[in-house]
Nanobody
Framework: QVQLVESGGGLVQAGGSLRLSCAAS????????MGWFRQAPGKAREFVAA????????IYTDSVTGRFTISRDNAKNTIYLQMNQLKSEDTAVYYC?????????????????WGQGTQVTVSS
């Protein structure tokens, strides 16, 4: 059974940084994409960033490009989201997700496995 466990959320002031982690277990993830999505109150869940575990290919939504960095540690089946220059509009519950292959890597409907989410709150 696949499990994704996020950690690292919290409260930070605008301009600050946080690093989220997502540890995956339950199967081999060699050709999987893993991504970060977020959902703010009253809004739909949106794509943030994703990475292919096989070759390290990355993709970001425009609003976080240059501020957030997604990375992986294949030995630990863990991905990270380093979030710098945080803004109040980054406040949301952040979810880790996993899917097989690269197709639809930025579409939340394509992901099969989801974590429980971790709250990120940015105070202005």
């Amino acid at each position: 059974q696949v499990q994704l466990v996020e950690s690292g959320g919290g409260l930070v002031q605008a301009g600050g940084s946080l690093r989220l982690s997502c540890a995956a277990s339950g199967r081999t993830f060699s050709n999987y994409a893993m991504g970060w999505f977020r959902q703010a109150p009253g809004k739909a869940r949106e794509f943030v960033a994703a990475i292919m575990l096989s070759d390290g290919f990355t993709i970001y939504t425009d609003s976080v490009t240059g501020r957030f960095t997604i990375s992986r540690d294949n030995a630990k089946n863990t991905i990270y989201l380093q979030m710098n220059q945080l803004k109040s509009e980054d406040t949301a519950v952040y979810y880790c997700a996993a899917k097989y292959g690269r197709f639809g890597i930025s579409r939340n409907g394509e992901y099969n496995y989801w974590g429980q989410g971790t709250q990120v709150t940015v105070s202005s």
